[in-house]
């Protein structure tokens, strides 16, 4: 009701009616007034409140500009990320497709190179079984020509035992791993090795106790391996034939190569008080001499000398003259080696040659020169070399054949690298210098001589050079190994210990790089 009252109440109305009003009225009217300046007041501070919540609302505003202009920057920053991402990628692709195409292109190569491996490997397996043919059909021709002479000696069945070992390649290489030491003896590393054989051509590797379990790493192929339990006897037979050349005119050269302690000198000479453990020297002699009395019943007449020296330090020494070897050392110039004369068809006098030489084998043992080393007190530092001579005549009414022949049996120093002979005298270091480099320069001869004797048929100037000069081992053997009627056998000798299997295999790598030379002559 009273708000209807101040709606029609007007001021302009005021004076005339306050003279006219009652005092009740004026009462309601001061009412009126109050109120009126309450509302007034209420509605000044509800402005205030606008006016700030307007102010408020600008600020959120401005707040919200600058949170959208932040916004805007971070999505416009976003978008060049992107794109450089995306640049990458595309790098990345292009990378990969690179890669993914050099690895099928790798596959491809690793495939061929297996193809090539495996035709390899099986071009060796053929030349193996070639010359395992060959070798038996020698084996069998070789039969044929002993019953044949037998029965008659004569040109042709030389002709044929020469064509025998022509088939067998002028330079062999056999292998032989000693047994260990006989029972009670301890061995070094409480291991055996143990060989295995592929083939009687091939080893295997070696097998050093259950629990090192070395798996063979390389094969080794050559002429012929004899593993542990080989007999003297065994060993004679693959080289008695060879020997017998030297009755028909031939230089034969047989070498004993392997660490010290590998079984070189009981290949070569063995023991001269039991038959059965006789080496390569006692047999040749007993061998030739048998030949020998066959022959002269076909009037064949022979001569023959020996001789046995070393090398030592470079140095040649006579080993049948004790008393000469040091001053022969010094004055190299005027040395003249003891010939021994063993033999002679002609001679009157009863003779004994085969004692006499195996006299003079056990003197040349005594002095041969020998050195402590940390393998074997009875170390040879040097090389032997026993050489018999053979000269043979035949006269009959039809013509008159001569032949010089001779068979050389080369004991080889130990084949020792330098490191594992430390903490021992400066002499003994000198030593193994000397003997590691006369061995390396005997191994280029025969490979400088095999290429030679590969491209025969090629003209004389094509030569390699043959660096006979560079040692004294093979300055020495020169006439020996370059004569047309030369022929060459290598023994390489294995230990069977677990402790020597770094040299083992060193000296089999040794020995198929000159068997690699009957290989290459052969093509
Ligand atoms: P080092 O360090 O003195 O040369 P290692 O122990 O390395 O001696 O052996 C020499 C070589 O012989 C190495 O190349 C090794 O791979 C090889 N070898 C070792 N044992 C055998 C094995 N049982 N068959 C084949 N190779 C082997
Ligand atoms: P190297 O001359 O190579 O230094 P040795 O021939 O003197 O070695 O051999 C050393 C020792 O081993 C010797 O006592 C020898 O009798 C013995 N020996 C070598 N090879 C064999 C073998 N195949 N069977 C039995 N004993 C052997
Ligand atoms: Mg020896």
């Not at 035709?119 to 038996?136: G, P």
């Not at 031939?250 to 001269?272: N, P, W």
């Not at 594992?420 to 400088?448: F, G, P, R, W």
Request: net charge positive; proline share 2%.
């Amino acid at each position: 009701m009273e708000s209807t009252d101040s709606e029609h109440f007007s001021l302009t109305d005021l004076p005339e009616a306050v003279e006219t009003m009652s005092n009740s009225q004026i009462l309601k009217l001061r009412s009126k007034l109050v109120k009126l300046k309450k509302m007034l007041k209420e509605n000044n501070c509800g402005n205030v409140k606008i006016g700030y919540l307007q102010q408020c609302i600008r600020a959120q505003k401005h707040k919200n500009l600058l949170q959208m202009i932040k916004t805007e920057k971070a999505k416009a920053a976003l978008l060049t990320k992107e794109a450089k991402l995306e640049d990458q990628a595309l790098l990345l692709q292009e990378k990969e497709d690179k890669l993914q195409a050099k690895k099928e292109e790798l596959k491809l190569r690793q495939a061929s190179v297996e193809r090539m491996r495996e035709k390899k490997q099986a071009v060796e397996d053929t030349l193996m079984q070639d010359s395992d043919q060959l070798k038996s059909d020698a084996a069998k021709l070789q039969t044929k020509i002993t019953e044949f002479s037998t029965k008659k000696e004569t040109g042709y069945s030389r002709f044929l035992r020469n064509t025998v070992q022509e088939l067998r390649g002028n330079i062999r290489v056999l292998c032989r791993v000693r047994a260990g030491p006989e029972e009670g003896v301890r061995v070094r590393n409480d291991h055996l090795v143990e060989v295995t054989l592929e083939s009687k051509r091939c080893l295997k590797g070696m097998k050093v106790g259950k629990e090192k379990g070395y798996e063979p790493k390389e094969r080794f192929v050559f002429d012929h391996c004899f593993v542990q339990g080989s007999t003297q006897e065994e060993v004679f037979c693959e080289v008695q034939n060879l020997v017998t050349n030297a009755l028909d005119g031939y230089k034969v050269c047989i070498f004993a190569y392997g660490q010290t302690g590998s079984g070189k000198t009981y290949t070569m000479e063995g023991e001269y008080h039991e038959r059965q453990l006789y080496g390569i020297i006692p047999r040749t002699v007993v061998h030739i001499f048998d030949l020998l009395s066959q022959r002269e019943k076909d009037q064949w007449r022979f001569e023959i000398q020996c001789c046995f020296q070393e090398i030592y330090m470079n140095q040649i020494r006579d080993l049948l003259d004790p008393e000469n070897c040091m001053t022969q050392m010094n004055k190299a110039s005027s040395y003249e080696p003891t010939l021994v004369k063993v033999y002679s068809t002609e001679s009157e006098e009863k003779q004994t040659p085969v004692t006499e030489i195996f006299d003079l084998l056990k003197t040349a043992r005594e002095n041969r020169v020998t050195s402590d080393n940390k393998f074997n007190a009875r170390s040879s530092r040097s090389h032997s070399i026993f050489q018999l001579f053979i000269n043979s005549v035949q006269e009959n009414s039809e013509k008159k054949v001569k032949f010089e022949g001779c068979v050389n049996l080369i004991d080889l120093a130990g084949s020792e690298r330098l490191h594992k002979t430390q903490n021992v005298s400066k002499k003994v270091l000198e030593e193994s210098k000397a003997i590691n480099y006369s061995l390396s320069c005997l191994k280029d001869v025969i490979q400088a001589i095999s290429s030679n004797s590969s491209t025969e048929d090629q003209e004389v100037e094509n030569e390699n050079h043959v660096p006979f000069r560079n040692s004294k081992l093979t300055y020495f053997l020169k006439p020996q190994l370059t004569s047309e009627s030369a022929k060459t056998l290598m023994i390489v000798n294995a230990s069977s210990e677990s402790a020597h299997i770094p040299e083992t295999i060193n000296s089999l790598r040794f020995a198929t790089e000159v068997n690699k030379c009957v290989v290459s002559r052969s093509r």
